[in-house]
């Protein structure tokens, strides 16, 4: 998650003293050495403020919420968040752990995943379309496998789109499902690296085999 | 497809209703296990590692701690071992002197420190969910905020 470096008077008026130092340094070099002498101190020092910063934003620590429990105590709410899939037997059986010897309560999420281009144009209709399918498909799945649920369509940030739904649903245990195809690539992790940092709550990155599934269902 | 880098609120307290408990404690998995049962008990929670040894907590600077301003109790687990720890201590008193400061100390730091955690609920190390539970039951009472 982003950290703004400049949230307060001081960081602000740290960043303004580092470039008055800094110009003052590649002013003296450029006077001492010519001008071309300071063309690699300016160098240097773009690199070392990009890179304090870059260490700063690494070393900060996240401050975690979390609402309270929904229900009784013999409850456990489950938040499924489903990105770019559908929930499969994998799924199921990580519902079943998470509320092992309790009544579980379960939402289905499906964030409205809108392409860049999408948004300029406005054309969000296909990712809407796109997302309720993926929705009614979950949810007929887990009614298959014997888990009542309900679900609803969510923001295009998925981090968003938990928080909405923890707004009312309280959940004791988020499920992110992507498919596994994306196990290594950048915005699943990102949703669950994301979500671990802002949500204290317990969180788990289920995969979901959707190239598999393709195939058997061509078959 | 990025997510959006503002797309949350940066306020700490987004839920609202509930009595908000913030739990300071450098051990995350403690931590998590604290507020897991302060959740459980009805209460919104947020958990803060603390300070990393090379950063320093916004609440003893200018900006303060917006989570820190906003609990209606405040759990501290940071101990008072270090400098650090003590300064953000302190610095809790003085800037949200009307909240409600459970603080897990050792015994050996009762001892230690009786003047800065004069005031304060102390509850000894290591408390169990359910122990910090009844103490942040008991503090929010008087306000009838007891769950």
């Known amino acids: 998650m982003a950290r703004n470096p400049f949230r307060s008077e001081a960081e602000a008026f740290r960043f303004v003293l580092m470039t008055v130092v800094a110009f003052a340094v590649i002013a003296l070099a450029s006077l001492l050495g010519g001008a071309w002498v300071g063309v690699p101190v300016w160098a240097v020092l773009?690199?070392?403020?990009?890179?304090?910063?870059?260490?700063?934003?690494?070393?900060?620590?996240?401050?975690?919420?979390?609402?309270?429990?929904?229900?009784?105590?013999?409850?456990?709410?489950?938040?499924?968040?489903?990105?770019?899939?559908?929930?499969?037997?994998?799924?199921?059986?990580?519902?079943?752990?998470?509320?092992?010897?309790?009544?579980?309560?379960?939402?289905?999420?499906?964030?409205?995943?809108?392409?860049?281009?999408?948004?300029?144009?406005?054309?969000?209709?296909?990712?809407?379309?796109?997302?309720?399918?993926?929705?009614?498909?979950?949810?007929?799945?887990?009614?298959?496998?014997?888990?009542?649920?309900?679900g609803e369509i969510g923001d295009e940030d998925p981090l968003r789109a938990i928080e909405d739904a923890l707004r009312t649903f309280g959940a004791d245990t988020i499920l992110v499902v992507t498919p596994s195809e994306e196990l290594e690539r950048g915005p699943a992790r990102d949703v669950v690296v994301g979500a671990r940092a802002r949500f204290a709550l317990p969180i788990a990155h289920v995969f979901v085999d959707a190239g598999a599934r393709a195939a058997a269902a061509r078959e | 497809m990025r997510l959006r880098e503002t797309g949350l609120s940066p306020q700490p307290w987004t839920w609202i209703g509930s009595p908000r408990v913030l739990i300071e404690h450098a051990d995350e998995t403690k931590g998590m296990s604290l507020a897991a049962a302060v959740r459980q008990a009805g209460y919104t929670v947020a958990v803060c590692p603390g300070p990393a040894q090379s950063e320093r907590c916004p609440l003893t600077g200018d900006e303060g701690c917006e989570a820190a301003h906003g609990a209606d109790v405040i759990v501290t687990s940071l101990g008072l071992g270090t400098r650090q720890s003590r300064e953000v201590f302190e610095a809790l008193r003085t800037r949200c002197p009307r909240t409600p400061l459970v603080v897990e100390v050792t015994r050996e730091e009762t001892e230690e420190w009786p003047d800065l955690l004069q005031g304060c609920e102390v509850v000894i190390s290591p408390v169990t969910p359910d122990a910090l539970v009844a103490t942040v039951r008991g503090v929010l009472a008087p306000r009838g905020q007891g769950g």
């Not at chain 1, 013999?74 to 752990?97: P, S």
């Open chain 1, 46 to 150: 773009t690199a070392a403020v990009a890179t304090f910063y870059a260490v700063r934003r690494r070393a900060a620590r996240e401050i975690r919420t979390a609402p309270p429990h929904v229900g009784s105590s013999g409850e456990r709410q489950i938040l499924v968040v489903v990105d770019g899939t559908t929930t499969d037997e994998t799924v199921v059986g990580a519902i079943e752990r998470a509320s092992t010897g309790y009544r579980k309560r379960v939402l289905v999420v499906c964030p409205v995943r809108v392409a860049q281009v999408d948004h300029w144009t406005s054309a969000i209709d296909g990712a809407r379309v796109q997302a309720q399918r993926y929705l009614d498909e979950s949810l007929a799945r887990l009614r298959g496998a014997g888990i009542e649920a309900r």
